[in-house]
Nanobody, 116 residues
Framework: QVELVESGGGLVQAGGSLRLSCAPSGSISFNAMGWYRQAPGKMRELVAGITRGGNTVYADSVKGRFTISRDNAKNTAYLQMNSLKPEDTAVYYC???????????WGRGTQVTVSS
């Protein structure tokens, strides 16, 4: 089982920014990496995903505010979150696998809290 190590969560005021990072603990490389989130009382949802070739997908609620990227040499994925809103508050999970929509590996999650 590959461990995905996340960093960058925290508390920020509405309108602020945060950047999440994620990398596997070993040297394994994945075709797809992404970020899902789960807010209290809500279902887990895909936030953004990216393939090794650079194809990206975003949830409608974050388009224009969040940007996913990856450094293939470092085997690391990033999620730049700008113009954060209180409704972005959730636990964010890094994912990896063959496809964005069906990840095979999950991180432990990092809390993002946006205050109003």
């Amino acid at each position: 089982q590959v461990e995905l190590v996340e960093s960058g969560g925290g508390l920020v005021q509405a309108g602020g920014s945060l950047r999440l990072s994620c990398a596997p603990s070993g040297s394994i490389s994945f075709n797809a990496m992404g970020w899902y989130r789960q807010a209290p009382g809500k279902m887990r949802e895909l936030v953004a995903g990216i393939t090794r070739g650079g194809n990206t997908v975003y949830a409608d609620s974050v388009k224009g505010r969040f940007t996913i990227s990856r450094d293939n040499a470092k085997n690391t994925a990033y999620l730049q979150m700008n113009s954060l809103k209180p409704e972005d508050t959730a636990v964010y999970y890094c994912t990896a696998g063959v496809s964005i929509s069906r990840p095979s590996s999950w991180g432990r999650g990092t809390q993002v809290t946006v205050s109003s």
